[in-house]
Nanobody, 127 residues
Framework: QVQLVESGGGLVQPGGSLRLSCAASGRTVNTLAMAWFRQVPGKEREFVAGLKKGMGTTYATGTVRGRFTVSRDNGKNTVYLQMNSLKPEDTALYYC????????????????????WGQGTQVTVSS
């Protein structure tokens, strides 16, 4: 069983930065395909960024590409989401997700691909 614990959310001004962390237990992160999703009330969970297991090839949705970077630290068994140039529309509850499978690229952005989820961490971008 994999457990995921997110941290690092908070209140930040527009243009600021935050780094979210997702600490995994039960399996090493390089054996998992992992992703970050976000959700605002009344809307579906939205894919933000992810990385495949093994080599860790990364992917990001167009609205955050160039601003957000996903990475992992195998030694700390943690995945990160570095968020720069934050905008008010980035405000959401951010979730970490993982699967032990090997999803194809087109499935990485689909929430049902993932078997394990964290509890979420709130990010609020406001002046």
């Amino acid at each position: 069983q994999v457990q995921l614990v997110e941290s690092g959310g908070g209140l930040v001004q527009p243009g600021g930065s935050l780094r979210l962390s997702c600490a995994a237990s039960g399996r090493t992160v390089n054996t998992l395909a992992m992703a970050w999703f976000r959700q605002v009330p009344g809307k579906e969970r939205e894919f933000v960024a992810g990385l495949k297991k093994g080599m860790g090839t990364t992917y990001a949705t167009g609205t955050v590409r160039g601003r957000f970077t996903v990475s992992r630290d195998n030694g700390k068994n943690t995945v990160y989401l570095q968020m720069n140039s934050l905008k008010p529309e980035d405000t959401a509850l951010y979730y970490c997700a993982a699967t032990g499978g090997s999803p194809i690229v087109s499935s990485l952005s689909i929430a049902s691909t993932y078997d394990y989820w964290g509890q979420g961490t709130q990010v609020t971008v406001s002046s």
